[in-house]
């Protein structure tokens, strides 16, 4: 199914976000070798503005609820989609998880 874009949209826009949010994450996880403020003023003058307090208070608090049913989800994906020989698409795990009682939201398999 092709997704269809706002008017005006750029349509590498959540490929460039996906970049630039990885970047991040690699440079945050450099933090042991470089310490936070550096690379928060790295980020920042590339226009990612991220204070110190914000990181360590991000590293210092548990995940999420959507986070923890997350990762829940795609355990219960990945062993519906082994136990159909891998070859069920996003709407037959879907319909599948649904049948086990496992309420999800299409969209949340497309993600």
Known sequence: MEHSLPAGADPLEDQ????LAAQAKR???????YGVEPICRVLTRAGVQIAPSTYCAA?????SARTVRDVELVEQI?????ENYA????????????????????ARLSD
């Open 16 to 19: 460039y976000h996906g970049l």
């Open 87 to 106: 070859v069920y698409g996003a709407r037959k795990v879907y319909a599948e998880l649904n049948r086990q009682d496992i309420r999800v939201l299409g």
């Open 59 to 63: 590293k210092s608090r548990s995940p």
């Open 78 to 82: 990945h062993r519906v989609h082994g």
């Open 27 to 33: 440079s945050l996880d450099q933090v042991a070798d």
